[in-house]
């Protein structure tokens, strides 16, 4: 069973660029996260979603941060315009729903460095 | 402070050598997750419990939800266990800073 597939692996943008990160989860799970994980610290979860619909994303920062997953499929996130504070791997995960007793699938992640 | 404490933040053990990780944690949850994180960044699913203990291979998890506490244990460790160890609260997405586990041969 092929994993969750994050493009690309590497990213190195300076600030106020934009940026977007494409994620493809396990076939067949419904919910998607994207997490943010800044080098020392654990991983913070940005958006949740269900499906193609939004289940959470109270930590995602709306005035510059933006993921769809318009077909319930795959996923983007954009980060436009993008600051210092973004450098940070940026992990997709999946699971076969959003119940809580899910394991979730993490992909590789995306390494993103803003100068 | 944070919702997830883990302990200690870096160890450093020899080949053989039977390891801890403990975590503790301040919010409710019905299931806490391990995680291994290899440099590079990948990110593998080691255990989700709820109680008791779990065992894979040389990996033990336990949980105490009285307590909030639970631990890692990898007995035998070898160099390849060499990765960053995250513990989670599932339902809030509540994750730990992690360990960094260092075997030296």
């Known amino acids: 069973e092929a994993g969750v597939a994050q493009s690309p692996r590497y990213k190195i943008i300076e600030k106020r660029q934009s940026v977007a990160f494409w994620c493809n989860p396990i076939?067949?799970?419904?919910?998607l996260y994207w997490y943010q994980q800044i080098l020392g610290q654990g991983p913070k979860l940005l958006i949740q979603f269900q499906n193609n619909g939004v289940v959470d994303d109270s930590q995602l920062p709306k005035d510059r941060f933006s993921a769809e997953r318009l077909k319930g499929v795959d996923s983007t996130l954009k980060i436009q315009p993008a600051k210092l504070e973004d450098s940070a791997v940026y992990l997709c995960a999946s699971s076969p729903s959003g119940g809580r007793g899910n394991e979730q699938f993490f992909g590789p992640g995306t390494r993103l460095t803003v100068l | 402070k944070n919702e997830v404490e883990q302990s200690p933040q870096n160890l450093t053990a020899q080949e053989g050598e039977f390891i801890t990780i403990n975590c503790s944690y301040s919010?409710?949850?019905?299931?806490l997750h391990w995680l291994q994180q290899h440099p590079g960044g990948g990110i593998v699913s080691l255990f989700m419990l709820s109680s008791g203990k779990k065992k894979h291979g040389r990996l033990i998890a336990t949980i105490n939800i009285q307590e909030k506490h639970s631990s890692l244990h990898i007995t035998a460790s070898h160099p390849r266990d060499s990765a960053v160890y995250i513990c989670a609260a599932r339902d809030q997405f509540y994750f730990g800073t992690g360990t960094s586990l260092t075997v030296i041969p």
């Open positions: 919010v409710g949850i019905s299931a």
């Open positions: 076939s067949g799970h419904a919910t």
